[in-house]
């Protein structure tokens, strides 16, 4: 019991911060039709934006991670949208999608060539204790980490389902021309849900950079896994990254906790092809009409 | 007029050409990139070093050495592909690879070519292929393995162990050569658990040990792993003991896991904090130049390519084969051979035997607690 409860919230820990970069996937695929392939690079990039921070520039490290984060807004953001996203989304679907894997490319390989192909450490943000309940130690960097991702994805849903905002941002996302009739300025939403996806990207880079080290390829798995998180619990559903990513978590850890540890990254891809058979819109998605 | 200036020409180009000295191609194929590179670029500064030294000082046999080097990316089909690039673009003797599931492949090419290898891979089934042209840099992990079982059973008084491993040549040799000495010392198999190659999430498998009633855990992995495994372990307040083999206690571990490798108990076969003034020059030497303290792969990196200096000079001519005959057997001193830093001597299969090192780690520091005799 100690020990499935203690996987359990180990998987859940590291499932949230997978939800993070889940829900940037949807977003933009609400938002503008965009698959970004580069998704698993701008979780890999702000960890190094820290790095530069506290290393290159002597910052104390909460200076360097708000400095990160507003960065990541900037690049992974507002620079990808005017740069990438607006000249190629015009071409269709297909060359954006050829443009974000090389883009995705070039950040891995300047990674690899500004900062080294080694793993680099990274400073730990929460206390490392452990707590005992019902006889399983719990972390509390793993408690901090599942709440934080809870927080912001919550703090997201909230703004979009509160907000004047960010109802204008679903408007945009669920019919961008009806919106624009009825007045919503449909550009600028475009571009909030691209500054969101950076400042996702960059919590989702700290929190797990801790524990994976900062590396230029890290992104090859995170992507990876968000992409199938966002599959999994339904592409136009920011709930649905949410549980597509815990579950991935809890699965890939009971996967290798009671299956085995060398068939732990066949599971979720086990788990998307069940999810396209059976239920192709995801667990908590909705089925969609798009004309083509 | 004209003739003069040809005069001139013809005299530029004599001194050109009497200026340039003559260069033998040596290659170095290493982890550059991917999973191993935490590895193979420190390897690499390891041998740029040594090379930069041998050449100022006037080179093998008087030819300055031309270093070419390839990145592996980790992949052992492209290590194999870049062996061969290697021996077409003219290479001498190959060093490298660090990681032992691409030695193993490309030492064939090497072998088939007759070109002598020497290698910074530890995994046992290197040197037990009967391949005449592998040598190891250090000695392979299976030597060392009895000098743990002991420290965990007196040392520790451990009677039930937990293993964790690399699923790769280098950790399934570690992993066997270990579990053959559990039964020697009476240890009890707790946990068996195998881990991936740049696997990044290990709370399953501290979570597995911290349940499995082990009284000591031995690690075995490469650096980025073994760093991400002990940053878990500390995260989880795994409380007992961890031990292990090379890297577990290495530099580069100990620069990525932080406090995290506190405690952590290492049979070092090559350490920069050894007690040795070949050592100790050569790390004040690496620090200057590249900032930061060689690990054991920087050494072994560094040892090649003074081992091919040597070797070449006691043969006399730049000859393959007499090379790879010459070093079968061969014992040197560091006294003589300071680049080779400890006494070493190479068996008919290449392999190492040399003094070793029983290392802890106290304040971010390899401490070593006892040097351990040659077996």
Not at chain 2, 15 to 39: D, F, T, W
Not at chain 2, 56 to 65: D, F, K, M
Request: glycine residues 10%.
């Amino acid at each position: 019991m100690a020990e499935f409860l203690q996987i359990m919230i180990s998987g859940l820990a590291a499932g949230a911060v997978y939800a993070l970069a889940a829900v940037g996937f949807t977003l933009l695929w609400q938002a503008s039709q965009a698959i970004n392939f580069a998704q698993g690079e701008f979780v890999m990039l702000p960890a190094f934006f820290v790095l530069i921070g506290t290393g290159y520039f002597g910052l104390p490290l909460w200076v360097a991670i708000l400095l990160a984060i507003v960065i990541s807004i900037l690049v992974l953001g507002i620079a990808f949208k005017k740069l990438v996203v607006e000249p190629m989304l015009p071409h269709g679907t297909l060359p954006l999608v050829i443009a974000t894997i090389a883009l995705g490319l070039l950040m891995k390989e300047s990674v690899k060539e500004f900062y080294s192909a080694q793993g680099q450490p990274f400073p730990p943000l929460f206390p490392q204790t452990v707590f005992e309940v019902f006889g399983a130690a719990i972390s509390v960097q793993d408690v901090c980490n599942l709440l934080v991702s809870l927080l912001v994805i919550l703090g997201l849903q909230m703004f979009l389902q509160r907000s004047r905002t960010g109802r204008s941002m679903q408007a945009t996302a669920q019919n961008p021309a009806v919106a624009e009739i009825l007045g919503v300025d449909v550009k600028k939403m475009v571009m909030y849900t691209f500054i969101i996806n950076g400042f996702l990207a960059a919590i989702a880079s700290i929190l797990i950079s801790p524990f994976y080290l900062a590396k230029f390829s890290n992104g090859e798995t995170l992507g990876l896994i968000a992409f199938i998180a966002a599959i999994v619990g339904g592409f136009n559903q920011i709930r649905g990254a949410l549980v597509g990513g815990l579950l991935i978590g809890v699965l890939d850890n009971l996967a290798a906790a009671y299956v085995s540890a060398q068939y732990r990254a066949a599971v979720p891809l086990i788990l998307l092809i069940v999810i396209i058979m059976v239920r192709p819109q995801g667990l908590v998605g909705t089925t969609e009409g798009r004309a083509v | 007029m004209l003739k003069r200036y040809l005069v001139g020409l013809a005299m530029a180009v004599t001194i050109g050409v009497g200026g340039a000295q003559a260069q033998v191609k040596i290659a170095n194929i290493a982890e550059l990139s991917g999973a191993g590179a935490a590895a193979g670029t420190v390897w690499k500064d390891g041998v740029d070093l040594a090379v930069d030294e041998i050449n100022a000082s006037g080179g093998i046999l008087g030819q300055h050495i031309e270093l070419m080097e390839y990145d592996s990316q980790t992949d052992p089909q492209n290590s194999r592909a870049m062996v061969q690039k290697a021996i077409d673009d003219g290479a001498y003797v190959l060093l490298g690879t660090v990681y032992s599931s691409s030695t193993v492949v490309n030492m064939l090419v090497a072998q088939q070519n007759g070109y002598p290898q020497l290698t910074g891979s530890e995994a046992p089934a290197i040197t037990q292929k009967g391949n005449p042209f592998i040598f190891r840099t250090a000695f392979g992990s299976q030597k060392g393995m009895p000098k743990i079982g002991a420290y965990l059973s007196f040392g520790l008084k451990a009677s039930k162990v937990a293993i964790v491993w690399a699923n790769t040549e280098y950790g399934k040799g570690g992993h066997d050569a270990f579990v053959d000495v559990t039964k020697e010392f009476n240890l009890e198999i707790a946990a068996d658990l195998p881990t991936e190659q740049g696997q990044a999430d290990f709370s399953a498998d501290v979570v597995k040990i911290k349940n499995s009633g082990a009284d000591a855990v031995f690690a075995f992995m490469t650096e980025e792993e073994s760093a991400r495994f002990l940053i878990e372990a500390e995260k989880q307040g795994l409380e007992l003991p961890i031990a292990g083999d090379t890297v577990l206690g290495s530099q580069k571990v100990i620069d990525l896991a932080g406090a995290a490798a506190e405690g952590v108990m290492s049979h070092v076969g090559l350490s920069a904090d050894a007690p040795v003034p070949t050592i100790q020059a050569m790390d004040k030497k690496f620090t200057e130049r590249f900032g930061y303290r060689p690990d054991h792969n920087a050494i072994k990196g560094y040892i090649g390519a003074y081992a091919i200096k040597y070797v070449t000079e006691m043969v006399g001519e730049f000859d393959r084969q007499k090379f790879a005959d010459t070093m079968h057997g061969l014992c040197l001193q560091a006294k003589e051979y300071p680049g080779l830093l400890l006494d070493i001597c190479w068996d008919q299969n290449g392999e190492v035997s040399r003094e070793s090192f029983l290392v802890q780690v106290t304040n971010g520091q390899q401490q070593i607690v006892q040097t351990l005799p040659a077996n």
